[in-house]
């Protein structure tokens, strides 16, 4: 399987990789994936290996692919799932010689694939991405193999630890109430306003009794810096401080996940936690929701969303009225909501 995208991408890869483990019980798999989401994929259950296509680093540009899609052919693959509608993912197994190349009509290369097939957009990620399963086992239910899979994220006892020790150095306990704040996300068009974010941290810990904790990575510093900056009660920050399953291991540790639409939310989900998911230009639609039941997407129904697949540096429209007329007090609804009933 090759999903060489983002790490939410990835995670909503992880029922197909339990579904080829279930058709294929005795082969050899394999995953393909980028360096900064290899983390994500060690020790997964389903599988012998992850693989990495280090597609901005060694492995850039056409001696990169080269050299990626000779490795590749070195391992001697039957046959390959490929979600990811990259021209380059569709020209890297081609090159590899694989046999069986199995990915989606709409990918940009689906003319290097030997199988094809039609991506249902009403559908769902995860059930779009089991659909490649079809010319392996034709007949059975897409539906049915999304409601056995789970979304799973690698963290063990290990991670746990440094979480436990990490959140104990700032004075949290095993029995506080602890909740996740993940505000980050590679399009600026998919955060949340910083001073919702400082209005929600500081209300959960004055009123609600909470614990707060801020989640992202090292891209996510200046969002995170201010929304610490603009609250009156301070939050721990653990931005860019935490691998990504040690991140998961923080995530265990909290009773509830606010966060953008972003790839937090899928680790979330794979904790399975709570989720209050603020969408921005973004929609549901899109196929990219938390894939849980316990779930509250809090919104804007306006004309101009979703204005994009993924988002833009700015509001094309120069309003920004689906982030901007959200209120503080919609999200902590949903946070009462949800902990009342989980």
């Not at 360096?35 to 850039?60: F, M, N, Q, W």
């Not at 081609?94 to 009509?105: L, N, Q, Y």
Request: charged share 25%; with cysteine.
């Amino acid at each position: 399987m090759i999903q060489t995208a983002f790490l939410g991408d990835v995670v909503l890869t992880t029922p197909l990789l339990q579904a080829l483990r279930d058709r294929f019980p005795k082969a050899y798999l394999a995953a393909l994936v980028i360096p900064g989401t290899r983390e994500i994929l060690a020790g997964h259950p389903s599988l012998d290996d992850v693989l990495v296509y280090d597609k901005k680093g060694r492995d850039r540009g056409w001696r990169g692919l080269v050299s990626a899609a000779r490795r590749l052919r070195e391992k001697r693959f039957d046959r390959c799932l490929i979600p990811h509608r990259s021209f380059r993912s569709a020209l890297l197994v081609f090159m590899a010689g694989i046999p069986v190349r199995i990915g989606f009509v709409q990918s940009l290369g689906s003319f290097l694939y030997t199988q094809r097939v039609r991506r249902d957009s009403s559908r769902h990620e995860v059930r779009r991405n089991l659909q490649l399963m079809g010319p392996l086992s034709p007949g059975d239910s897409v539906d049915s193999a999304a409601a056995a899979g789970k979304l799973w994220v690698s963290s063990d006892q290990e991670d746990r630890d440094w979480a436990n020790r990490r959140l104990a150095e700032f004075g949290i306990q095993e029995n506080d109430r602890l909740i996740a704040i993940a505000p980050g996300s590679v399009w600026a068009t998919k955060r949340w306003i910083p001073e919702g974010f400082a209005a929600v941290v500081d209300d959960l810990i004055a009123n609600q009794k909470r614990k707060v904790v801020l989640l992202g990575s090292r891209d996510d510093l200046p969002v995170v810096d201010e929304i610490v900056a603009r609250c009156r009660e301070k939050p721990l920050n653990l931005a860019g401080k935490t691998s990504l399953r040690q991140l998961a291991g923080v995530l265990k540790r909290c009773e509830l996940l606010i966060t953008n639409d972003n790839g937090a939310m899928h680790v979330g989900v794979a904790q399975d936690l709570p989720i209050v998911a603020v969408f921005g230009s973004t929609t549901l639609g899109l196929g990219y929701g938390p894939f849980t039941s316990k779930a509250a997407v809090v919104e804007r129904p306006l004309d101009c969303r979703p204005c994009g697949k993924h988002g833009y540096p700015e509001c094309p429209l120069g309003h920004f009225n689906c982030m901007k007329q959200i209120a503080p007090s919609e999200v902590l609804a949903a946070v009462k909501r949800l902990c009342s009933e989980y």
